[in-house]
């Protein structure tokens, strides 16, 4: 077998599996470029939320995941799509929204995503088959189904990856929806981002199960894998099976993906460094860091240069400051705003929605 | 013109709707090979087949939540709740999922959903099996609510909610499934009652009984004994629709009559006719010769025994005493 110069990429070598190798030079460099430019938003999305006035709300980090939502984003072809929780940035970008769009949403301004109306939790983009951005804690779980559901239905092959947390699994309708996937044989792939902790919780203190998460799959007679996140060639090996299994078999899997969280559950997350201790957050910056891997995978594989890494770093983070500059120039929302995109048929101004009263303000 | 019960009417719907849109799907618990458990959905599935009428597992959450996400790729299921009781198992996709993705999306999503079943009590079931949760669905933006009365109007609200682009919540009820009116024949054209149109189900001139679901057939009870006994003339309004709500046609027979009673098988606190009462102090308020008063289910969960749970809802009698304290 082939063997890495790195020390810590996975015993198994994920660089030899098919889809990987029709991976070209040119879109390794890509990949490594789109999770330096979600690691550079979420740093500038940081600095600004801690600025007075600039944003409200939460903001969940996804620092230290990048490989996952990137990999996954990098796999998906015109009848798959994606849905994830409230820790959405890198998905949207991963998919192709633009950071402009997403920090002005962020900033609550009329030109985000979701014309402010949604927030950092509540990203979409369905031309971009990206489907949210959802805040509450497996909420988006049925919803997935639902999208492998209309894939099957309308006779498409294609796959619906729905992402949650660790901290998701105890939830009834995360369940529900895994029995639902297996007994219609759904083209949906669960994806458990496990970062360790639900909010300060570890996952040994929050879930009963005999080695990994992922496993209670077996209890619906559904595949499942585990993955070890850092190794970006890992990520997409394993997650690109499940999404085969989808696309052809039309059946189901869990993947569960090791990965962590730099940030707390939210930067309004108190105890971020309490749970956790500094000798284990410092072990994974240093040592597991996904982005730091896969740039030395290319500089392994003499694709880029240290010099072109930098490049990347610089590149995104002027991106960045810009897309900050376009939030901050954009209008906000108008209270006019409000009673808009409540219902289609009210905004598109139908026949139906010209009957009856539907608003019931002053 | 024919007579066909309310189930059946429904029944006609979902089979007119099926034909007209492949992408419509009718979903629940033992919709599909058990025929329904009220026989609503009865020979659909012979009909048409495992993709169009599925039958789920019990697990409201979850395939409520399936139906709200197939939606977004341009399914559009009718999902039977056994009974509308069970809504607090799947609230959450209820409330936000399917009321909130559009919102939250700025209106890049859709979620033309329906989800339907029995919301009422008066069958001796218990507390848990009786709720009549119309209020609390109508306090979401992003909902619709209806209630048909009747199986015209069950039929005729059915197709328009199916056809509906947004959410539609349909408030059935178990003692109506049986009861017979008159549909107007499919050979005669399509028949749709529009969302948000209410019904004088009786004309009268002395006092104004506003209500929807089973509600109305008790204010009709109640309107043949006043004018039989008492000599009031009262006129019956049938809401329909909960959200969106014909305004104009409750402020209209209150300007009529002068006098209202806001007949609501929900429980007094923030029911429906909390809103009605409201909207007409604050649009007929000079209109009214009289306070507006209610009859709603007796403020407490929902009591089993046979003996008083007539009682406990909204009935002709207690209507009639109603009336009489303002008339």
């Known amino acids: 077998m082939e063997t890495s110069t790195s020390p810590n990429v996975s015993p198994l070598n994920f660089a030899g599996s098919p889809i990987n190798k029709s991976l070209t030079a040119e879109k390794k460099i ?41 990999g996954a984003a990098s796999l998906m072809g015109a009848n798959d799509h994606m849905i994830t929780a409230y820790r959405c940035h890198a998905h949207a970008l991963a998919v192709g929204m ?7 949403e962020l900033f609550g301004k009329a030109t985000g995503c979701s014309k402010g109306k949604g927030g950092s939790m509540h990203f979409f983009a369905p031309d971009k088959n990206f489907w949210g951005g959802h805040g509450i804690v497996a909420g988006q779980t049925p919803l997935g189904l639902g999208l492998g559901y209309g ?27 895994l029995n639902l996937a297996a007994l219609f044989g759904i083209p949906v792939v669960y994806v458990i981002e496990n970062n360790g902790y639900s909010m300060g919780t570890s996952q040994k203190r929050s879930s009963a199960y005999k080695d990994c998460l992922a496993q209670r799959a077996d209890a619906y007679d559904m595949d499942w894998d585990v993955v070890n996140g850092e190794d970006f060639y890992e990520v997409r090996a394993k ?42 957050i410092a072990r994974y910056k240093n040592d597991h860091d996904p982005i730091n891997l896969w740039k030395q995978r ?60 539907h608003f019931f303000n002053d | ?67 709200i996400g197939a939606s977004m790729l341009g399914v559009r299921p009718v999902m039977e709740l056994m009974f509308w009781s069970f809504h607090s198992v799947a609230f959450d996709q209820l409330v936000n999922n399917a009321a909130c993705c559009r919102y939250m999306s700025g209106g890049l999503i859709n979620v033309p959903i329906v989800v339907r079943g029995p919301a009422n009590g008066g069958t001796n079931v218990g507390a848990t099996h009786s709720h009549t949760p119309e209020g609390i669905f109508a306090a ?55 969302l948000g149109k209410a019904d004088i189900k009786r004309e009268g001139t002395d006092i ?14 109640a309107a043949e004994i006043l004018q039989s006994e008492h000599g009031i003339n009262a006129e019956v309004l049938d809401l329909r629709s909960i959200r969106p709500l014909d305004q104009e046609a409750i402020i209209a027979t209150v300007k009529k009559t002068n006098r209202a009673v806001l007949v609501d098988e929900s429980k007094p606190f923030c029911g429906v006719s909390a809103q009605i009462a409201t909207l007409i102090q604050e649009y007929a308020f000079d209109y009214l010769d009289a306070p507006v008063k209610r009859v709603c289910t007796i403020d407490a969960p929902a009591i089993y025994s046979p003996h008083v749970e007539s009682d406990q809802l909204p009935n002709a009698k207690r209507i009639v005493a109603q009336v009489l304290t303002i008339a």
């Open chain 1, 151 to 177: 894939i099957k239905y309308k006779g498409l092959e294609g796959a619906a990856l729905c992402f949650l947390g660790d901290g998701a699994v105890n939830q009834g309708a995360y369940h529900e929806s």
């Open chain 1, 98 to 104: 633009s950071m402009n769009e997403c920090m002005a």
């Open chain 2, 1 to 67: 013109m024919r007579e066909i019960e309310y189930r059946d009417a429904l029944n006609e719907a979902f089979d007119e709707e099926l034909t007209r849109d492949e992408n419509v799907v009718i979903m629940g618990e033992e919709v599909a090979q058990y025929n329904g458990a009220y026989k609503v959905t009865k020979g659909l599935w012979e009909k048409w087949g495992d993709k169009r009428i599925v039958d789920t597992p019990i697990s409201e959450a979850g395939f409520i939540g399936m139906g």
């Open chain 1, 30 to 70: 890509e990949l490594l470029s789109q999770m330096i430019r979600v690691r550079a938003f979420e740093r500038e999305a940081l600095k600004n939320y801690r600025r007075p006035g600039a944003m409200g709300g939460f903001l969940h980090l996804y620092i230290g995941q990048e490989s996952v939502a990137v």
């Open chain 1, 239 to 280: 997650l690109n099976i499940a999404m085969e299994r989808a696309r052809k078999e039309s059946k189901p899997s869990i993947i569960e993906i090791n990965t962590y969280r730099y940030y707390g559950h939210s930067v309004a997350d108190a105890n971020a460094d309490k749970y956790r201790s500094p000798e284990e």
């Open chain 2, 208 to 221: 104004s009984l506003i209500a929807h679901g089973a509600s109305v057939l008790r204010c009709l009870e």
């Open chain 2, 140 to 194: 979401f933006p992003g909902l619709k609510v209806c209630s048909p009365a009747t199986p015209a109007d069950a039929k005729g609200l059915m197709k328009s909610a199916i056809r509906d682009n947004d959410p539609v919540y349909v408030m059935e009820n178990t003692t109506l499934y049986g009861i017979k009116g008159h549909v107007p024949d499919p050979a005669d054209g399509d028949f749709t009652i529009p």
């Open chain 1, 298 to 357: 290319l500089l392994d594989e003499d694709l880029i240069t240290e010099e072109q890494a930098k490049e990347f770093g610089k590149a995104a983070s002027a991106e960045a400051k810009e897309s900050v500059k376009f939030a901050e120039d954009s209008p906000a929302p108008t209270i006019d705003d409000i009673t808009e995109d409540v219902y289609w048929e009210t905004d598109n101004n139908t026949e139906a929605s010209k009957i009856g009263r």
